[in-house]
């Protein structure tokens, strides 16, 4: 593909091209039926596109970007795996069913929320879990609400300010704490990338609401103190959260509720296979233990003597986060999956992943400084630092070209130069070793010819834009 420029519908947009006639209006015209203060002067500033064209413009932009469904995506922490289309064929089923359907007509749907929160209760070790939260992060936002209710009920609020977050959480991590009311305390990671013991001890204390943690970590490690790590929250008073976005590494082996994790949220479209990547829609579960389970969000569905029904009565309640009962598509996705992988299927999904994981990182240790040189989960850190010159945008850049997407870059924070590689489960050992080819042959690129990644990428319509005008002022319209 050469370097063009893609119009925009707008820039092919031409007077009076029509992509349907739609007949004149032969009824008489209602008066007044809209406030005229609700009205517009002049139609909206459309593109006039025939439907050949409006086609040929989409299928061509969708072309240009690159999907699971069309090449690697090792994007670490984001689980890019690859989405069996049944799942899009049963959550159609789903299609016509109305949000406000009553509860006797809508019995499927109900007894697949119920049996799909039991599903994720036995996943994690948890006694209830809500499908409201839209997210990772709009989960997180809601189990720290959980948390603060607890406290509140029991007259700790105004004492138990805190939330401890390790220094290698994910962004979303503070700032759901942040948006839930409390102040962050980072807690720095020791030696061997886990969370210091010490430092945790000295952070913890009466003012600790509780801990966010997730593991594996955003270096691809077990935390092996999770145990010690639970006592000495718990000790203080506080609760552990657990942010499930790395739950694909764990899945069927390990749960978090036997960790000693109080709260989870998992990220139904990265564990559970949802196309994503897009900006949505996700799914972010949350799940508690019983003495937080009050609190969850509510209508809850609930089993009767004559069936299933959704249960408002809730006194303790946050309240609702969602409207509706969560984004019903993805659950039922995340539902297919489940059923179609059994236990034992989840389990080796989670087993590949960390397989295809150690693979690479072995394959590519030679080449690259690897993070923490230790066996990893399910991802791994990788860092440009032992190459003078090359900088991990470089390289996410020259593997653009080769047709695969970068892996997350610049995270986590305490890495430099980090690039943080996730192949999932779904990728075949060509597919890894094509990867690590490309990885090896751009260090040897950089070597031959300092400053030869500099021009990359060539085969994209736009190449190396001003990252932060890019993101802040994005350029959509023509
Ligand atoms: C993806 C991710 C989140 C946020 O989840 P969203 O579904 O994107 O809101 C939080 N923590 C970690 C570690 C993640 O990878």
């Given at each position: 593909m050469s370097r063009s420029v893609w119009p925009t519908c707008f820039e092919k947009s031409h007077p009076d091209r029509r992509g349907a006639d739609i007949p004149a209006l032969d009824v008489p015209v209602k008066e007044n039926l809209l406030p005229a203060e609700l009205l517009d002067d002049a139609p909206p500033a459309l593109p006039e596109m025939s439907e050949r064209e409006v086609m040929r413009h989409y299928t061509g932009l969708s072309r240009r970007n690159h999907g699971v469904d069309n090449g690697f995506y090792p994007l670490g922490s984001c689980t890019m795996k690859y989405n069996p289309r049944m799942n899009e064929v049963v959550s159609a089923w789903?299609?016509?069913?109305?949000?406000?359907?009553d509860a006797r007509d809508a019995q499927g749907a109900l007894r697949l929320t119920y049996d799909l929160e039991r599903a994720l209760c036995e996943i994690t070790g948890m006694d209830a879990v809500s499908l409201q939260p839209a997210a990772g992060a709009h989960g997180e936002l809601t189990g720290l609400m959980l948390i603060r209710a607890y406290h509140a009920r029991r007259g700790e609020l105004a004492k138990r300010t805190k939330i401890l977050v390790p220094d290698s959480a994910h962004g979303t991590n503070p700032a759901s704490a942040a948006m839930a009311g409390f102040e962050v305390v980072e807690v720095p990671s020791g030696a061997d990338g886990g969370v210091d013991l010490d430092a945790l001890r000295a952070a913890c204390g009466e003012d600790t609401a509780g801990l966010m943690l997730t593991n594996p970590n955003t270096l691809g490690?077990?935390?092996?103190n999770i145990l010690t790590i639970a006592d000495i929250v718990h000790n203080a008073g506080g609760f552990v959260y657990y942010d499930g976005a790395n739950l694909n590494a764990v899945m069927g082996i390990a749960r978090p509720g036997d960790m000693g994790f109080d709260v989870v949220h998992l990220n139904l479209h990265k564990t559970f296979a949802t196309p994503h990547g897009g900006g949505g829609p996700g799914s972010g579960p949350v799940g508690c233990k019983a003495r937080l389970a009050?609190?969850?969000?509510?209508?809850v569905v609930v089993k009767r003597e004559g069936g299933y029904a959704l249960d408002a009565d809730r006194p303790f309640s946050i309240g609702?986060?969602?409207?509706?009962?969560?984004n019903f598509g993805v659950c039922v996705r995340a539902y297919a999956y489940i059923l179609s992988l059994g236990g034992e299927g989840l389990k080796e999904a989670s087993e590949a992943a960390v397989l295809n994981a150690n693979y690479i990182m072995h394959k590519l240790r030679g080449a690259y400084k690897v993070a923490a040189d230790r066996p990893c989960m399910h991802e791994f850190v990788l860092s440009?630092?032992?190459?003078?010159?090359?900088?991990a945008n470089d390289v996410a850049k020259g593997l653009i070209d080769r047709g695969i997407h970068p892996p997350t870059i610049y995270f986590p924070l305490i890495v430099r130069e980090a690039m943080m590689v996730e192949p999932t489960e779904t990728e075949p050992p060509e597919v890894l070793d094509a990867f690590c080819d490309a990885m090896v042959e751009l260090k040897a690129l950089h070597e031959a010819n300092p400053g030869a990644l500099g021009e990359f990428p060539l085969t994209t319509p736009v190449g190396r834009p001003d990252q932060t005008l890019a993101a802040r002022k994005p350029k959509v319209v023509g």
């Open positions: 789903f299609g016509g069913l109305h949000p406000l359907a490690l077990f935390e092996t009050e609190f969850l969000p509510a209508p609702k986060v969602k409207s509706f009962y969560g440009t630092e032992n190459i003078p010159g090359l900088t």
